[in-house]
């Protein structure tokens, strides 16, 4: 079972819908969470970092459960600039950083 | 240009070559990584460095050897390369306490 499970899409949605995507991770121990955006061939960039409390970083909002261990995204009013594939990070130090395989994101006009 | 700089960009081999790929970053930081991705997989940690005289192991650390030349310097050698380590490879930088990892472009590997 892999550390980090993401759903891996691909998910097609006009543009100007909402789309959420969750992430579970089975390490207990996990500290900080991440959102990775990357482009096709290209590398990975961070998105945004996911806090206990929820956070929102304008059309962006990420979740974490840590109870049931998983940590969301949700975009809202999707871009065609958004077609991209998102990457979910778990880190319990800095040599066990577990990435989720991805799941790829289609916005069409 | 960009922060972190990986050459070469795209290398195709054959099986039982030597194969280096090098990582040059003018960031300032302390910490390089040398990951691979795999379709399906996710990104994978192979070895990592938190200082010149730092080297430590990863999760897929066999078949691979990484030299830290500088603080701005890692590379990542394949001593016999095998079909099953093609793959894309990245080098990233961060900072000691921080998450973010920042990464270079990527070497695209094809081991035939």
């Known amino acids: 079972r892999k550390e980090v499970e993401q759903d891996p899409g691909p998910f097609n949605v006009p543009e100007g819908a909402t789309v959420a995507f ?77 990435f989720g395989a991805g799941t790829r994101l289609t916005v069409k006009p | 240009d960009a922060d972190v700089t990986q050459t070469p960009r795209n290398r195709i081999t054959k099986t039982g070559k030597r194969i280096m790929l090098e990582c040059s970053q003018t960031k300032g930081h302390d910490r390089m990584y040398w990951y691979r991705q795999d379709p399906g997989l996710g990104l994978r940690l192979i070895y990592y460095s938190f200082d010149v005289k730092d080297i430590n192991k990863g999760e897929i650390s066999d078949g691979y050897s990484v030299s830290r030349q500088a603080q701005a310097k890692f590379s990542l050698s394949l001593e016999s390369a095998i079909p099953n380590q093609t793959a894309l490879y990245f080098c990233a930088t961060s900072v000691a306490g921080a998450g973010e990892l920042f990464f270079g472009e990527g070497s695209r590997l094809t081991v035939l």
Do not use: H
């Not at chain 1, 959102?35 to 990975?44: T, V």
């Open chain 1, 22 to 98: 969750n992430c579970t991770y089975s390490n207990s121990a996990s500290q900080s969470f991440f959102w990775y955006r990357q482009d096709c061939r290209k590398e990975p960039k961070l998105l945004m970092s996911v806090y206990s409390s929820g956070n929102e970083d304008g059309r962006f909002t990420a979740q974490l459960n840590r109870a049931s261990q998983y940590i969301s995204l949700l975009i809202r009013d999707s871009k065609l600039s958004d077609s991209a594939t998102y990457l979910c990070v778990a880190f319990t130090t800095y040599n066990d950083m577990r």
